[in-house]
Nanobody, 132 residues
Framework: QVQLVESGGGSVQAGGSLRLSCAVS????????VAWFRQAPGKEREGVAA?????????????EYAESVKGRFTISQDDAKTTVYLELTSLKPEDTAMYYC????????????????????WGQGTQVTVSS
């Protein structure tokens, strides 16, 4: 049973930073991908950052970011492969959303890494609110 549990959300002022965590358990697929998505009220779920994984470990250099967050957000994984992080810096009010961690049971083409339908497993989300 794959479980994803996000934490680390909160309220910050524009220009501030946050680090989101996603505790991953039961994800033992030989290859797949892990991603962060976000969804603001009234908007569609949007892919933010993703990486390919082999045996649960991130493949170095194989990450994908949405254009809107490039240079500001960083996805990473701890050495134990049990936690996936999303470092958010230079936050803007338009970054306000519920942020979700997701994992896929297959290796998708790079152009599908930030597509919600690629992912089989989802966490419950953590709220990020950025004030101006």
């Amino acid at each position: 049973q794959v479980q994803l549990v996000e934490s680390g959300g909160g309220s910050v002022q524009a220009g501030g930073s946050l680090r989101l965590s996603c505790a991953v358990s039961g994800y033992t697929y030989s290859s797949g991908s892990v991603a962060w998505f976000r969804q603001a009220p009234g908007k569609e779920r949007e892919g933010v950052a993703a990486f390919y994984s082999v045996g649960g470990a991130a493949v170095a250099g194989n990450t994908e970011y949405a254009e809107s967050v490039k240079g500001r957000f960083t996805i990473s994984q701890d050495d134990a492969k049990t936690t996936v992080y999303l470092e958010l810096t230079s936050l803007k009010p338009e970054d306000t959303a519920m942020y979700y961690c997701a994992a896929a049971a297959r290796t998708a083409p790079y152009y599908e890494l930030l597509v919600p339908s690629t992912y089989n497993y989802w966490g419950q989300g953590t709220q990020v609110t950025v004030s101006s």
